[in-house]
């Protein structure tokens, strides 16, 4: 076993790349586990930063600054996946990075992770690439209408994507400054994800498939157990499991899934992280998705992922906060919801704050709850 292959232990320094709710999470499950951690980003006075025990404020194409940060910590992992690969790279000339670079390479660019799923025989919507209206026409002709016209690299939350209707679109021609992705619409019963972990020696674990339901494309919803057929949960934690093992990742990753109405799996993304469906773990769960990703960066044996009780998370964006604080005593008066706030400086409209988790007797009961719990922080908020 080479040294860069051995387990890092409690009292080592932990290097985040990314300073958001995930890594903000991470710190808390890292540092109940008695890690320290080190969190860069361009930002100051962060979700992680806050809680993090040292946080560098610099351009992640600083690389001077990079092999820097990372000369200072036993590991570098990250909690979004849009970090430059030069930074990546530039960190594994010092410590091991997990996943690795090139598992950013993969995930941070839409077609080639479709070129990799494919690949790999994982199912996924038909796709083609476009690059100028001409190609996308052809495209059209092919998978016809409707269809969704997606940017290639740097989106999230229904970012960089429009859907297309027409088989001869009028479209800027600032859409054709970057490379597209065409894909077919799916007429989806529900949308899926399943969160694996894998360690350095191999070991798999998952949460199972969780069900998550969107408002103007972000997550609004989570809930599990999903309530699937046998046959479904196992196809969707077999493909969780391969796609981890072709990608080589150590550390954890989500897979988001469209059910088709026909039943069929399909792979829509992947985000090499903790995922923002999986928030609720880290109430719900023995082990949470965030002190698992600290297991695996850490060469330690993965925890165990069982369900405690049934769950469900609610998201809760800047517009709460339209017509002044939200009622937190009103939220906090269910006994069996968790208040997750992120240190977010400044509420905008759609931006991601905070969560509630609820736990109850039945999945049902639990996605009432979170709900009801959500409209009391200000009444007749949906």
Request: proline fraction near 7%; glycine fraction near 8%.
């Amino acid at each position: 076993m080479t040294k860069r292959n051995l387990p890092i232990l409690p009292g080592s320094a932990i290097g985040v790349l990314g300073s958001g709710q995930l890594g903000r999470m991470f710190a808390i499950a890292a540092r109940r586990m008695g890690y320290r951690v080190h969190t860069l980003s361009p930002e100051t006075d962060t979700p992680t930063g806050q809680v993090a025990d040292v946080e560098i404020t610099s351009p992640y194409d600083d690389l001077d600054v990079v092999r820097r940060f990372a000369a200072g910590v036993s590991v570098v992992t990250f909690e979004f996946e849009n970090v430059p690969a030069l930074t990546a790279q530039a960190a594994a000339e010092q410590v091991p990075v997990r996943p690795s670079g090139a598992v950013l390479h993969v995930t941070q660019n839409r077609l080639r992770e479709k070129i990799f799923l494919t690949q790999n025989g994982i199912p996924v919507p038909l796709f083609r690439r476009v690059t100028n209206a001409e190609e996308l026409r052809h495209a059209l002709s092919q998978l016809g209408v409707p269809a969704v016209l997606k940017t290639a690299g740097y989106g999230y939350d229904g970012k960089g994507q429009v859907k297309i209707t027409s088989l001869n679109p009028n479209l800027p021609p600032s859409t054709f400054e970057s490379e597209l992705v065409l894909e077919t619409f799916v007429d989806f019963d529900s949308e899926l994800s399943v969160i694996g972990a894998r360690g350095l020696d191999g070991t798999f674990a998952h949460w199972g498939p969780i069900r998550n339901t969107h408002t103007h494309h972000i997550l609004d919803i989570s809930s599990t157990p999903a309530e699937l057929p046998e046959t479904t949960v196992r196809e969707a934690i077999e493909i969780t499991r391969c796609v981890l093992e072709q990608l080589d990742v150590v550390g954890v990753l989500c897979v988001e899934f469209f059910l088709a109405k026909s039943g069929r799996l399909l792979v829509n993304e992947l985000a090499p992280r903790p995922h923002n469906s999986g928030h609720l773990t880290f109430d719900a769960c023995l082990t949470s998705q965030f002190e698992q990703q600290l297991r695996a960066v850490c060469a330690l044996p993965l925890g165990s992922t069982t369900l405690l009780r049934p769950a469900a998370m609610a998201n809760l964006l800047g517009d709460l906060w339209q017509e002044g604080e939200p009622n937190w005593p009103a939220a906090c008066s269910w006994p069996d919801v968790k208040l997750h706030l992120y240190g977010k400086l400044v509420p905008k409209s759609r931006r991601k704050m905070g969560h509630l988790t609820a736990m109850a007797e039945s999945v049902e009961d639990a996605v009432a709850a979170v709900r009801q719990a959500r409209n009391s922080l200000k009444p007749g908020f949906v």
